[in-house]
């Protein structure tokens, strides 16, 4: 009776009126700051400013939601593969969009890894550095400076920023200035004058965060086709980036962030490195020089950001597979999500690994120009695909698409014991396929049906020798 009486003391003391006013003074305002700055980042505040766009993608329940349904897991050999959902990742390593329909290029599909984050890596210029006659290796003093491109390899934490993309709505094309988001300075045109905005928003924890009261929800907004005067105005810089082998020039547009939002960002991925964003510039893709289609003498094949390949396509009940080769005690175990392998178009209907022997597809439909009797024309037909090769994997999928967590095991342990199916890929386990479309502009659509027009064996060809 003695506790009770106590609990109910504590309770009373608790529910008194000078109390509940002291913690209403105390922590009243950091819940209202949260609030207002949850209201204002929200989906409807950002849809009213970026008047003349509409968001693009789907906005509700995923096409992937009923993954781990047993039809998922088992896939058929009489049925057909068909497209069950499409991803495109507008910054590479970060959230996708997920789309009904997406707009296909010779570089994959419209809008993907058309952004990458980079680090400024410093290290001593080889040339300069000199060894005495002891053996004794002197530096210059002289520095080479290299901006690097990021991944969730070695920045997990990039999982957890999301991206929106706010495009031209041609029936809502607004002549009047002033609609952009709060942090973009006044310019001389409006966001789908630039192509459309590209939006990216994190979740920013100060070191003191009670109660996650003082959670920042930082919105940063990106032109998507930036205009020449947005460039000169923001002052965007030509660099040389370094993406795998490749050193192609890339448009940097960090000045598009304010130094605040950059700050925070640096401290929200653990970049201690100076940090910069990157648009891809469309007159300095890298060229595709692996895995090449036969009998097509003279072409040449391009990508953007992308790690080698313009798209990448993957069979739902593969993963499913691996998942059911995952240990017992793996935290991962009965849901391993599809999305850790960040494919673009993600296929049902086949069973597992069916794909991993398809050579040519058609998928969808495309526009092909055509030329006959010294005249040219377009003509639609279907989309065709080379499967150029298996996708080789890193540990990358190790890492929580919602959570950003990097598992130290799982499911690499597990890819690499019943994986290596490819002796060009070794020591490499493989899972999914590399593609490059074969024609200039396409579309595809969840639930296009997949024909399989060539089969046979691949061998990696690696990027390394």
């Known amino acids: 009776m003695a506790s009770l009486s106590l609990l109910q003391h504590y309770l009373d003391y608790l529910s008194s009126p000078a109390v509940l006013l002291t913690i209403l003074i105390l922590v009243g305002p950091f819940a209202l700051e949260r609030f207002k700055n949850r209201a204002l980042r929200s989906d409807s505040a950002i849809g009213i400013k970026l008047q003349g766009c509409f968001r693009l993608g789907i906005s509700k329940r995923s096409n992937l939601d009923d993954q781990y349904d047993r039809t998922s897991r088992n896939g058929s050999t009489s049925s ?10 507008p910054i590479k390593s970060c959230k996708g969009v997920e789309l009904s329909a997406s707009e296909v290029g010779p570089t994959g599909l419209k809008y993907d890894r058309l952004f990458t984050f980079a680090q400024l890596l410093s290290k001593p210029d080889k040339s300069k550095i000199a ?16 901006w690097q491109f990021m991944t969730q390899r070695d920045f997990p934490r990039l999982a957890l920023m999301e991206t929106q993309l706010w495009v031209p709505d041609p029936k809502k094309q607004s002549t009047k200035k002033g609609h952009d988001l709060p942090n973009e300075e006044a310019n001389d045109a409006s966001w789908s004058a630039n192509g459309g905005c590209l939006i990216i928003r994190f979740a920013f924890e100060p070191d003191f965060n009670p109660f996650g009261l003082r959670t920042d929800y930082v919105t940063i907004s990106l032109p998507l086709n930036p205009s020449p005067a947005r460039g000169a105005s923001k002052k965007y810089a030509y660099e040389t980036l370094s993406i795998w082998k490749d050193h192609p020039v890339a448009v940097n547009m960090t000045n598009e962030i304010p130094p605040k939002d950059l700050a925070k960002l640096k401290y929200f991925l653990g ?3 100076p940090l910069a964003l990157f648009r891809v510039d469309e007159g300095n893709k890298r060229a595709v020089t692996r895995c090449l289609p036969k009998g097509r003498v003279g072409e040449t094949y391009s990508v953007g950001f992308a790690d080698a390949f313009p798209v990448h396509m993957l069979n739902v009940a ?19 999500d599809a999305r850790r392998f960040r494919s673009n178009i993600y296929l049902s209907g086949p069973p597992a690994y069916a794909e991993d022997s398809w050579k040519k597809v058609l998928i969808g439909r495309c526009v092909q120009r055509v030329t006959h009797d010294n005249s040219t024309r377009m003509v639609e037909t279907d989309g065709e695909y080379h499967v150029a090769c298996r996708t080789a994997r ?7 698409p919602d959570t950003g967590i990097q598992d130290r095991n799982e499911p690499y342990t597990t890819l690499g014991k019943t994986r290596k199916v490819d002796k060009g890929a070794y020591p490499h386990p493989c899972l999914g396929m590399q593609v490059i479309p074969l024609f200039e502009q396409g579309i595809l659509r969840v639930g296009d049906e997949v024909e399989v027009l060539e089969t046979g064996e691949h061998f990696y060809e690696k990027m390394f020798t």
């Open 80 to 89: 057909k593969a068909k497209i069950k959902a499409l991803f495109t990742f």
């Open 318 to 336: 593969s993963v499913r597979a691996v998942d059911d080769e995952l240990p017992a005690k793996a935290a991962v175990k009965d849901k391993l």
């Open 271 to 273: 970049v201690s490195n």
């Open 131 to 146: 060894t005495d006659a002891g053996g004794v290796q002197e530096v210059s003093g002289d520095w080479q400076h290299e």
């Open 394 to 400: 890193c540990k990358l999928p190790n890492t929580h």
